[in-house]
């Protein structure tokens, strides 16, 4: 009786901390896009900046549908791990091609681009646990607390790189100092 509710005990801690993992994704996903609208000026024309801002939204909008789609696994594991697995492969390809894409026309390595390169290395650390989640025994943790661990990591890099896109100045193209 009591291994029963000790383990419903760590089913409802799951089950609270990936309800608040994509309450604050969709929270910060919207804010994310109340921001590009504060930029859309800038941003529209340029097909790059639109790629990045595209990019950036997947940092908020892939691990708040991992945690929704986790709270619907209860009792059918393959859910979990099949939605965390597809999902991730999408996070890490979709920064991959970002990488060929703009970092191939800048050619130096920042501070954004390194952060994106551990941001793969995350989202293909949940797809490996996702796929083998076996390999948590070695921690001797349950696998839905290392990628909880993980989604956590990705959302706090998706706003340092939403932030430094945001700051960072436009590069001006205008032929006159003084043209509007």
Request: charged share 15%; hydrophobic share 55%.
């Amino acid at each position: 009786m009591m291994k029963d509710a000790q383990e419903f005990q760590v089913d409802a801690t799951f089950e609270i901390f990936y309800q608040t993992i994509a309450q604050v994704c969709f929270t910060v996903l919207g804010f994310w896009f109340i921001v590009l609208q504060t930029k859309y000026r800038e941003w529209i024309g340029d097909r790059d900046r639109r790629r990045t801002a595209a990019n950036i939204s997947f940092y908020f909008l892939l691990p708040g549908s991992m945690s929704m789609l986790s709270l619907l696994s209860t009792g059918v594991p393959i859910l979990w791990r099949a939605s965390f697995a597809t999902a991730s492969f999408l996070g890490a390809i979709e920064t991959v091609l970002w990488f060929r894409r703009i970092q191939a026309k800048t050619g130096h390595l920042t501070l954004q681009t390194v952060a994106r390169w551990a941001g793969v290395a995350l989202y293909l650390l949940v797809a490996l646990v996702a796929l083998i989640p076996t390999l948590s025994n070695l921690l001797h943790v349950k696998p839905l607390v290392i990628t909880g661990s993980m989604l956590t990591l990705i959302v706090v890099l998706g706003v340092a790189i939403a932030w430094a896109f945001f700051i960072q100045p436009i590069p001006d193209t205008t032929d006159s100092p003084h043209s509007l």
